[in-house]
């Protein structure tokens, strides 16, 4: 498969970009005081730098979260955007974490020395009172939530954001989903309408007309919040961080679904958000929540390749079993490793 390459290239250093980092405190942690990450964190090789196009003019505002268990992905996920966008110098990321790490933020400025930006902390308390048990373990970690509240963490003056799990490679230019046309909704996504929403739901929920009856008037389709386009703005206006938070409140009383922080945002959210192009998020490449096992590609042009679901394509590779398909991250993958760090 030929994946579209953009202008985009290696070149010479770039000017100076400053690293800020924004905390609750309120207080940025000096670049002169981020030390080399000790051991348990992952080391990576420095990313080559990324020129813009004469004709970039606007800033792109793309939001992930930080662990340490998925640093390795959100380091291939960073340079893949920044490799295949014609404006890598316009994109400006913002990180949520859930613990104050600076040698995390350290191993991002040295791993990409030119990227702008910020990191954000999302007080896990906010929101592991309201979590319930899921299928799997890792859907049940407070910083799965953070994407809910994305609008009460970024700065105003941000009223567009790309959410991007950590998970995902994009192989074709971020612009082009920045520049999506919302049409007046809050949230643009791909949907899968072919999908058996029901499924997202238990039994209890569909035979109470007073839950299910939410869905009135809504055709309702899944989609997968891993790759939203979100008119930050709106969602502030429209109080929807309350909206999927009563939700979840209604889930800890009656127990209406098993996925984690998805269905409360397909309760809200589904049949009435923009539907984009499925080249958007090439989804499922992890498998399902409990094997993971080997899928293949879907059919049609992919612009973004998402691993959601049990299988991680970084541990797949290094227990040398991996699938046809992780060998697409593969060549995103900047880790060092112990060998690698040895010899240099």
Not at 190 to 210: G, L, Q
Not at 271 to 282: L, S
Request: charged residues 20%; positive net charge.
């Amino acid at each position: 498969m030929a994946f579209r390459r953009t202008s985009s290239s290696p070149l010479h250093l770039l000017g100076h970009l400053s690293l800020s980092l924004l905390l609750l405190s309120a207080a940025a942690i000096p670049a002169a005081s981020l030390r080399r990450p000790p051991p348990q964190i992952p080391l990576f090789r420095e990313a080559p730098a990324f020129r813009n196009a004469d004709s970039c003019k606007t800033q792109i505002h793309i939001s992930m979260t930080l662990d340490t268990n998925y640093l390795r992905g959100t380091m291939a996920a960073i340079f893949s955007i920044i490799q295949h966008s014609t404006c890598p110098e316009n994109v400006v990321f913002h990180f949520l974490w859930s613990r104050v790490d600076p040698n995390i933020s350290s191993t991002i400025r040295s791993t990409f020395p030119y990227l702008k930006f910020m990191i954000y902390r999302f007080d896990p308390n906010r929101v592991r009172h309201k979590i319930s048990k899921s299928i799997r373990q890792a859907l049940d970690q407070p910083l799965n939530y953070a994407r809910i509240y994305l609008a009460d963490i970024l700065p105003s003056h941000v009223n567009r954001v790309i959410y991007l799990d950590s998970d995902l490679v994009m192989v074709d230019d971020i612009n082009l989903l920045w520049e999506v046309n919302l049409e007046n909704k809050v949230l643009a996504a791909p949907e899968y309408c072919h999908a058996n929403f029901t499924k997202y739901f238990s039994d209890s929920f569909w035979y109470d007309k007073s839950l299910s009856e939410t869905f009135k008037g809504r055709r309702p389709c899944y989609f997968n919040t891993g790759v939203m386009v979100v008119d930050v703005r709106k969602w502030r206006l429209g109080l929807y961080t309350q909206k999927v938070e009563n939700w979840m409140v209604v889930q800890k009383r009656k127990r209406i679904y098993d996925l984690g922080s998805l269905p409360p945002f397909l309760l809200v959210m589904a049949g009435n958000i923009k539907a984009i192009d499925h080249r958007w998020n090439q989804h499922g490449l992890g498998g399902d929540n409990i094997e993971g096992k080997c899928r293949n590609l879907h059919p049609g042009p992919i612009s973004l390749l998402h691993w959601s679901g049990k299988g991680k394509p970084w541990l797949r590779l290094d227990l040398r079993k991996p699938c046809n398909v992780d060998h697409l991250w593969a060549p995103y993958d900047l880790y060092l490793s112990a060998k690698h760090s040895f010899e240099e």
